[in-house]
């Protein structure tokens, strides 16, 4: 069987159980500033929200 893993803090895991919900966060709340801006130079973070999901067991920050 294969997973898809969802790193959070405590508190959020005790929202996401009792309410059986994964909220997503806006692409402007990311830590790559890239992320947000199009090739034509255009802010369209505003209008996308992303949930970071990873099938690594092991936690890799750098």
């Known amino acids: 069987m294969e ?13 996401i159980l009792k309410n059986k919900t994964i909220r997503l966060n806006s692409l402007l709340n990311m830590d790559d500033a890239d ?13 996308c929200f992303v949930s970071s999901w990873t099938d ?3 936690e890799s920050i750098p």
């Open 35 to 47: 992320e947000v801006v199009t090739k034509n130079n255009e802010y369209l973070g505003k209008y």
């Open 3 to 15: 997973y898809l893993y969802h790193y959070t803090n405590v508190s959020s895991l005790a929202l």
């Open 56 to 58: 690594l067991a092991d």
